[in-house]
């Protein structure tokens, strides 16, 4: 059975029993859809079928179809390029071993790196940042809070602390933190990152453009200069359906006698 068949054949079982479901007809196709995208059934590099075959092949409208691409589309999970077809958006891949800066990631693979402030202010450190940050009781912090996009499409919400010693007016900073700190010197030369998933709440679904309780990336980035002193401490949420972090792993070679 080609792809195309299997696809056609996976969507329609998804929708027996539509016509008993009190769901809306193009919803049920939606989560058959982002079914089939979620478990790669469907590849970034092929368009998916037209809308008339897809119409035609699972018995309902053209209009039921159209609604439910274009409410993908509206997820940042599909996107329709003229007259080529629609194509499912390609997750993200971010190495896990460089330490590199949300905008020199997006810069590397063509995509347009924007922002949109949450929260640009100075404060004295809470005990979580206090201690991240190695830094004594009443110590000032600049804080920075943002919705990071690609190409206008909403792919992380950061909440990022640094020492006020190292970035006096978080004002300064413009688009890209690193590339502030590298300007007077202090861009982080080390990192610990930790990631977790996490269920996203009502506020940051919103803001990411996802469902309530979407999958995420929750990841902490503790950031040091080369002198080991903290300089970054970052709360990301990721989305989840956008992003792959890949580690490379060697084996231990055994120790030679
Ligand atoms: C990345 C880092 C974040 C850092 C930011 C700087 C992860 C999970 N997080 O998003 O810790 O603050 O890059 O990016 O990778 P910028 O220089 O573009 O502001």
Not at 5 to 16: I, K
């Amino acid at each position: 059975m080609s792809r195309q068949a299997a696809v056609m054949e996976a969507l329609r079982q998804g929708l027996e029993g539509a016509a008993d479901n009190p769901t809306p007809l193009y919803q049920q196709l939606q989560r058959q859809l982002r079914r089939l995208i979620d478990d790669g059934a469907l590849p970034a590099t092929e368009a998916i079928p037209p809308e008339r075959d897809l119409a035609s092949a699972l018995g309902v409208s053209r209009i039921t179809v159209r609604k439910a691409l274009r409410a993908l589309v509206e997820e940042g999970l599909l996107t329709q390029r003229q007259g080529a077809g629609t194509f499912v958006v390609p997750r993200l891949e971010q190495p896990l071993s460089r330490l590199t800066s949300f905008s020199e990631d997006m810069q590397s693979r063509g995509l347009t790196p924007t922002i949109e402030w949450l929260d640009r202010s100075v404060g004295p450190a809470t005990p979580e940042e206090a201690v991240a940050l190695n830094l004594s009781p009443g110590s000032e912090v600049s804080r920075l809070y943002r919705l990071r996009c690609a190409d206008g499409r909403p792919m992380a919400l950061e909440r990022a602390s640094v020492p006020r010693v190292y970035l006096p007016d978080p004002l300064a900073v413009e688009s890209s933190l690193y590339a502030t700190l590298a300007a007077s010197g202090y861009r982080p030369e080390r990192a610990l990152q930790y990631l977790r998933a996490e269920l996203l709440d009502a506020e940051r679904a919103r803001l990411l453009a996802v469902p309530t309780a979407s999958a995420a990336l929750f990841i902490k980035r503790y950031g040091y200069l080369g002198d080991g002193r903290p300089v970054e401490f970052t709360r990301s949420h990721y989305r989840g359906d956008s992003y792959d972090f890949v580690a490379e792993m060697t084996l231990d070679k055994p120790a030679t006698r």
